[in-house]
Protein backbone atom coordinates (compact mmCIF):
# COMPACT_ATOMS: atom_id res chain seq x y z
CA UNK A 1 0.00 0.00 0.00
CA UNK A 2 1.18 3.76 -1.39
CA UNK A 3 2.33 5.11 2.71
CA UNK A 4 3.16 8.55 1.95
CA UNK A 5 5.58 10.72 4.17
CA UNK A 6 5.40 14.49 4.62
CA UNK A 7 8.53 16.38 6.00
CA UNK A 8 9.77 20.38 6.27
CA UNK A 9 7.51 21.14 8.87
CA UNK A 10 8.52 23.78 11.66
CA UNK A 11 8.12 27.02 13.78
CA UNK A 12 8.65 30.14 11.05
CA UNK A 13 7.89 34.14 11.87
CA UNK A 14 4.59 35.46 10.51
CA UNK A 15 5.94 36.32 7.02
CA UNK A 16 8.62 33.29 6.74
CA UNK A 17 8.19 30.76 4.73
CA UNK A 18 8.69 27.39 4.44
CA UNK A 19 9.16 24.67 1.61
CA UNK A 20 7.10 21.12 2.71
CA UNK A 21 8.03 17.67 0.73
CA UNK A 22 5.90 14.30 0.36
CA UNK A 23 7.62 12.01 -0.85
CA UNK A 24 6.58 7.87 -1.03
CA UNK A 25 9.02 4.74 0.25
CA UNK A 26 9.04 2.13 -2.65
CA UNK A 27 6.22 3.48 -4.36
CA UNK A 28 6.31 5.71 -7.55
CA UNK A 29 4.35 9.00 -6.98
CA UNK A 30 4.08 9.34 -10.73
CA UNK A 31 0.55 7.82 -11.14
CA UNK A 32 -1.35 9.98 -8.73
CA UNK A 33 -2.35 13.64 -7.96
CA UNK A 34 -1.18 14.64 -5.34
CA UNK A 35 -3.04 16.84 -2.39
CA UNK A 36 -1.75 18.87 0.36
CA UNK A 37 -4.13 19.39 3.33
CA UNK A 38 -4.19 20.97 6.59
CA UNK A 39 -6.12 20.84 9.79
CA UNK A 40 -5.85 22.84 12.82
CA UNK A 41 -6.84 21.93 16.02
CA UNK A 42 -11.05 22.08 16.54
CA UNK A 43 -11.00 22.75 12.87
CA UNK A 44 -12.21 20.10 10.09
CA UNK A 45 -9.60 19.20 7.68
CA UNK A 46 -9.11 21.63 4.37
CA UNK A 47 -7.63 20.84 1.06
CA UNK A 48 -4.91 23.68 0.69
CA UNK A 49 -3.37 22.95 -2.80
CA UNK A 50 -3.53 19.78 -5.56
CA UNK A 51 -1.28 18.74 -8.38
CA UNK A 52 -2.09 16.59 -11.23
CA UNK A 53 0.11 13.42 -11.67
CA UNK A 54 2.09 15.12 -15.01
CA UNK A 55 2.30 18.29 -12.99
CA UNK A 56 0.24 20.26 -15.80
CA UNK A 57 -2.47 21.62 -13.70
CA UNK A 58 -2.63 22.56 -10.18
CA UNK A 59 -5.49 23.85 -7.86
CA UNK A 60 -5.30 26.37 -4.65
CA UNK A 61 -7.34 26.77 -2.17
CA UNK A 62 -8.79 30.82 -2.24
CA UNK A 63 -6.72 30.92 1.43
CA UNK A 64 -3.79 30.45 -0.22
CA UNK A 65 -3.56 31.65 -3.50
CA UNK A 66 -0.75 33.93 -4.45
CA UNK A 67 1.08 32.56 -1.36
CA UNK A 68 1.47 28.98 -1.80
CA UNK A 69 2.73 27.40 -5.04
CA UNK A 70 2.38 23.30 -5.34
CA UNK A 71 5.17 21.40 -7.56
CA UNK A 72 6.26 17.42 -7.84
CA UNK A 73 9.59 16.40 -9.59
CA UNK A 74 8.75 12.93 -10.66
CA UNK A 75 12.40 12.37 -11.02
CA UNK A 76 12.84 12.66 -7.10
CA UNK A 77 9.48 11.23 -6.15
CA UNK A 78 8.41 14.15 -4.56
CA UNK A 79 5.88 16.44 -4.42
CA UNK A 80 6.87 20.00 -2.98
CA UNK A 81 4.49 22.99 -1.11
CA UNK A 82 6.46 26.32 -0.85
CA UNK A 83 4.57 28.22 1.34
CA UNK A 84 5.83 32.49 1.43
CA UNK A 85 4.06 34.99 3.44
CA UNK A 86 2.93 32.47 6.20
CA UNK A 87 0.19 33.88 8.51
CA UNK A 88 -0.55 32.54 12.34
CA UNK A 89 -4.05 31.10 10.53
CA UNK A 90 -1.66 29.01 8.28
CA UNK A 91 -0.74 27.05 11.63
CA UNK A 92 -1.84 23.25 11.43
CA UNK A 93 -0.99 20.05 10.66
CA UNK A 94 -0.34 19.66 6.67
CA UNK A 95 -0.56 16.37 5.24
CA UNK A 96 -0.28 15.24 1.54
CA UNK A 97 -2.51 12.71 0.11
CA UNK A 98 -2.49 10.54 -3.10
CA UNK A 99 -5.38 9.34 -5.40
CA UNK A 100 -5.83 8.25 -9.56
CA UNK A 101 -7.32 10.53 -10.90
CA UNK A 102 -8.09 13.74 -11.39
CA UNK A 103 -6.71 16.79 -8.60
CA UNK A 104 -9.42 17.27 -5.85
CA UNK A 105 -9.49 19.41 -2.91
CA UNK A 106 -11.47 16.90 -1.38
CA UNK A 107 -10.45 15.05 1.48
CA UNK A 108 -13.04 12.32 1.23
CA UNK A 109 -11.90 11.61 -2.55
CA UNK A 110 -8.32 10.63 -1.53
CA UNK A 111 -6.58 7.37 -1.22
CA UNK A 112 -3.63 7.65 0.46
CA UNK A 113 -2.38 9.18 3.51
CA UNK A 114 0.50 10.81 5.09
CA UNK A 115 0.72 11.60 8.99
CA UNK A 116 1.56 15.29 8.35
CA UNK A 117 4.02 17.80 9.29
CA UNK A 118 3.18 20.42 11.67
CA UNK A 119 3.40 23.69 10.89
CA UNK A 120 3.66 26.49 13.70
CA UNK A 121 3.66 30.14 12.97
CA UNK A 122 4.44 32.35 15.61
CA UNK A 123 6.86 35.54 16.81
Known amino acids: QLQLVESGGGLVQPGGSLRLSCGAS????????IGWFRQAPGKEREGVSCITSSGSSTKYADSVKGRFTISRDNAKNTVYLQMNSLKPEDQAVYYC????????????????WGKGTLVTVSS
Open 97 to 112: AARVGVCVLSSSSMNY
Open 26 to 33: GFTLVPYA
